[in-house]
């Protein structure tokens, strides 16, 4: 029986932002600000897996699709809250985030954190890691004249990648809406890549590393916080 998370085999696409529910243009209107909207959602984004780890399917819209009642809204922002995600020219998943209500969040997470991809043409296995860490509330930025200090900030969660070749996650930005989160890639971690080259050599006998702590767990980390990078 093969133990650890359920591995997509084989290279997809480059996917642009999923096909998942629009958050409605009325309630968007009326929205003041991402941090009311955080009082109702989970803020996250999951761009990594496509932008950086060329997974074929979306983990989220496949949960959506396997009961009634589950969605997730997309969230199309007036300024980009990363840098670094174009795919092929389209830099949409840097103005994007996802929104899942609070009281299906629980249900999501655990979908995410055992999701794992195997593209044997590329050579890497993945499971995924998580983080969270401030973007700047643009949608309230956008209703103000100047710049105010402190910049108002939200949480977000992101999904990042980790695997036998290397961890992708982001940057976070230091003086935002001035700069912004970027994909950053650092030394794999030694226990995941053990567990990504058995699967790439087609021994799923070995239990993959435990998932990420539940997201009430997850530390809110800034860029003073991460080690240096080993790629840019």
Request: glycine share 4%.
């Given at each position: 029986m093969?133990?650890?998370p359920p591995l997509r085999e084989g290279p997809g696409p480059d996917l642009g932002p999923p096909e998942v529910r629009p958050y409605e243009p009325q309630r968007l209107a009326r929205a003041e600000s991402l941090q009311s909207l955080a009082e109702e959602h989970m803020l996250f984004t999951h761009a990594l897996l496509f932008t950086h780890g060329h997974w074929a399917r979306d983990p989220v819209r496949d949960w959506a699709g396997e009961a009634p009642g589950r969605y997730a809204h997309a969230l199309n922002l007036p300024r980009p809250a990363f840098d670094g995600l174009e795919v092929d020219g389209n830099v949409a998943w840097c103005y994007r985030l996802l929104l899942c209500p609070r009281d299906q969040w629980a249900g999501l997470w655990e979908?995410?954190?055992?999701?794992g991809f195997l593209d044997r043409p590329r050579g890497r296995c993945y499971k995924l890691l998580a983080q969270a860490f401030a973007v700047p509330d643009l949608l309230r930025?956008?209703?103000?004249?100047?710049?105010?200090?402190?910049?108002?900030?939200?949480?977000?969660?992101?999904?990042?990648?980790?695997?036998n070749l290397d961890q992708?996650?982001?940057?976070?930005?230091?003086?935002?809406p001035l700069d912004r989160a970027l994909p950053w890639s650092l030394q794999p971690d030694p226990e995941v890549a053990r567990w990504a080259n058995r699967a790439l050599a087609g021994d799923?006998?070995?239990?993959?590393?435990?998932?990420?702590?539940?997201?009430?767990?997850?530390?809110?980390?800034?860029?003073?916080?991460?080690?240096g990078p080993e790629e840019t």
């Open positions: 093969r133990k650890g979908r995410m954190v055992v999701e930025l956008e209703r103000l004249e100047a710049l105010p200090r402190p910049v108002p900030t939200v949480k977000v969660v992101a999904f990042g990648l980790s695997g992708v996650l982001f940057m976070p930005a230091v003086d935002p799923f006998t070995v239990p993959a590393p435990p998932p990420p702590p539940p997201p009430e767990l997850v530390r809110e980390v800034s860029r003073y916080e991460l080690p």
